[in-house]
């Protein structure tokens, strides 16, 4: 019988760290998405670089030091409408693009990526 191996262990910590910087150097260049992080950008990597490695099959310490995921709920008090969706999967996908990550585990992470951007949509 065959193990499956986690996306986490497929992609490596060091792969979703650089993943998750690159996407927020983006973001930081952001017009629309920028301001909504209030100049947290440092915070904001790092509650969804613990986020990713837990949602990939890694350590669970997003969950140990902030609970429950609850995405919606978090992300409510940003104006998440078409054009905030398009710029967030756009700065992912040039992060991804620059990513050293193998194409299955990319599509795999773009695929996700697609449907939690339209899943948090509140506008």
Known sequence: MKMQI????RI????????????YTEIK???LLSPMYKGDFEGAEER???FMIQYLGGPTIYNEQRGHPRLRIRHVTFPVNDNAKKNWLNNMKIALDKSEIGDSEKEFLWSYFQQTAEFLKNK
Do not use: M, T
């Open 29 to 31: 260049k952001d017009k």
């Open 6 to 9: 986690s996306y986490y262990e």
């Open 12 to 23: 490596g910590e060091e792969n979703i760290k650089k993943l998750i910087h690159d996407f």
């Open 48 to 50: 969804l670089f613990l």
